[in-house]
């Protein structure tokens, strides 16, 4: 069955960056979009971008334009969320979601507690 | 992008219905039959439940169903069972490759 294994919490400092990693597996990586999802504490889902797996194109919101970066390695089946410039409001539970039928995303990863602290 | 407007809380009793809205723009939710509405159990990923307005993943009860009118958009849990117990979110396509969730629906079997 699909599966989006991401890798384990991390505590980091403002003003340093965090990589949270999504490894793809019994599908073909490919042919899905690959979305991030993240959810600050007590709070609503936030959409934050995503990549074409296939042609590596990406679309992120707004909100962390200049600060987000989505990357992906096929070979591997693994997509890949970088986040730079950390602040405290940054500490949140991040989703990788695949991209599914009606631009949905139908199968998620288990989530990455990212906790940012001095 | 704002996000979408769901009410805070909704709640029904066991065997009840309880519908919950969420209401965007024409830029949104009114210009695109790309809706789709997301269970989440408290410490869990968020689960599909609903695609392209009122379409249903295999394996989702129907029970679960959605609608859509103008820029608002409505999900409705039918026969209300305990483990319906969760936060609800919907979210929309919003054009140039750019999503939005919504704000988020407690739903409280009684």
């Known amino acids: 069955q699909v599966q989006l294994v991401q890798s384990g919490a991390e505590v980091t400092k403002p003003g340093a960056s965090v990589k949270v990693s999504c490894k793809a597996s019994?599908?073909?990586?490919?042919?899905?979009?690959m979305h991030w999802v993240r959810q600050a504490p007590g709070q609503r889902l936030e959409w934050m971008g995503w990549?074409?797996?296939?042609?590596?194109?990406?679309k992120y919101s707004q909100k962390f334009h200049g600060r987000v970066t989505i990357t992906r390695d096929t070979s591997a089946s693994i997509a890949y969320m970088d986040l730079s410039s950390l602040i405290s409001e940054d500490t949140a539970v991040y989703y990788c979601?695949?991209?599914?039928?009606?631009?949905?995303?139908?199968?998620w990863g288990q989530g990455t507690l990212v906790t940012v602290s001095s | 992008q704002s996000a979408l407007t769901q009410p805070p809380s909704a709640s029904g009793s066991p065997g009840q219905s309880v519908t919950i809205s969420c209401t965007g723009t024409?830029?949104?939710?009114?210009?695109?039959?790309?809706v789709s509405w997301y269970q989440q159990h408290p410490g869990k990923a968020p689960k599909l439940m609903i695609y392209?307005?009122?379409k249903r993943p295999s394996g989702v009860p129907d029970r679960f169903s959605g609608s859509k009118s103008g820029n608002t958009a409505s999900l409705t849990v039918s026969g209300l069972q305990a483990e319906d117990e969760a936060d609800y979110y919907c979210?929309?396509?919003?054009?140039?490759?750019?999503?939005?969730f919504g704000t988020g629906t407690k739903v409280t079997v009684l």
């Open positions: 990549i074409n797996v296939d042609n590596g194109d990406t």
């Open positions: 979210n929309s396509y919003a054009g140039s490759n750019n999503f939005v």
């Open positions: 019994a599908y073909t990586f490919t042919r899905y979009a």
């Open positions: 392209e307005v009122s």
């Open positions: 979601a695949r991209g599914g039928p009606g631009q949905s995303c139908d199968f």
């Open positions: 024409s830029s949104d939710v009114g210009g695109y039959n790309y």
